[in-house]
């Protein structure tokens, strides 16, 4: 995909993780990202220097929370909400993604009450009307669901988005190599149907190595493309393989742990 300068605009402290998610994503999609972990020591205000570099982007993705965010003494507005507003305002081509109330966990002091929520209650309730809004159960979730929309929204922008841009996301990461066939097969009846989602064992393969990498969402973005899922199935299966996964080993690490002790004891 052509380099397209895009704003990530969120709360920071409850969304930091969310929001390295997305950037990796976009970054591997080769965009440009601005947001406020970006702009280090400068001489404008904070809301200045956000909206200022929001002026310098070509495409908005908003990202909203439980918090209602740090507000602007001026408007009664926070941040956020302001720079979904001078985006609108530029008519910058946005997506807009909500945390799904019912199945993302969040901590309680991640959860704003009194005057603050009922403002945020407001914004979603705007947003929900003046747009197709996807809900996120995950930063995993989240990054996908930006992955597989963004590169429509830049070519309905006018950028040129190159055939099979989103298949070279997931071949470009380093996978592991160790899977012969004998442990494949192993952990292949270790993880039973919890793969039964999964169509082919080659595909299944290919998954276990990005777990075992360490890239959840590259797993869950592969099969969800391959498998033809939907994106929140394909993260909840790679979910539940990689617990699997993660119990075998651990299996493993005991059994090695008591054989070293009973060694040491004789």
């Not at 080769?30 to 570099?53: D, H, Q, T, W």
């Not at 929001?54 to 941040?79: A, H, N, P, W």
């Not at 539940?240 to 059994?255: C, F, K, S, T």
């Amino acid at each position: 995909m052509q380099s397209v300068a895009i704003f990530v605009s969120s709360t920071f402290i409850d969304l930091q993780t969310h929001r390295a998610a997305v950037r990796d994503v976009l970054v591997r999609l080769k965009a440009e990202v601005n947001g406020m972990e970006y702009f280090g020591a400068l001489p404008e205000s904070p809301k200045e220097e956000c909206l200022r570099i929001l002026r310098s982007c070509q495409l908005y993705v908003g990202v909203i929370g439980m918090r209602y965010g740090s507000i602007d003494s001026e408007t009664g507005k926070s941040f956020t909400h302001l720079e979904y507003e001078e985006a609108q305002r530029l008519r910058l081509p946005s997506l807009i993604y909500i945390l799904d109330e019912e199945r993302h966990p969040v901590l309680p002091k991640n959860v704003e009450f009194g005057e603050a929520a009922a403002k945020l209650q407001d914004f979603k309730a705007t947003l929900r009307t003046l747009h197709v809004v996807a809900q996120f159960s995950s930063p995993e979730d989240l990054a996908m669901r930006i992955a597989q929309d963004l590169p429509g929204l830049v070519e309905r922008s006018g950028t040129p988005v190159h055939r099979g841009e989103l298949v070279k996301l997931s071949e470009s990461l380093p996978r592991v190599d160790w899977l012969t066939p004998e442990r494949f097969a192993f952990l292949k009846k270790e993880i039973g149907e919890a793969a039964s989602a999964i169509p082919t064992d080659e595909l299944l393969r290919e998954c276990m190595e990005f777990l075992l990498a360490g890239d959840r969402l590259a797993a869950a973005f592969l099969l969800a493309r391959a498998a033809r899922l939907d994106l929140r199935e394909a993260t909840d299966t790679m979910m539940e393989v990689e617990r699997r996964i993660g119990a075998v080993i651990g299996r493993g690490a005991e059994a090695l742990e008591n054989n070293r002790l009973q060694q040491g004891e004789q």
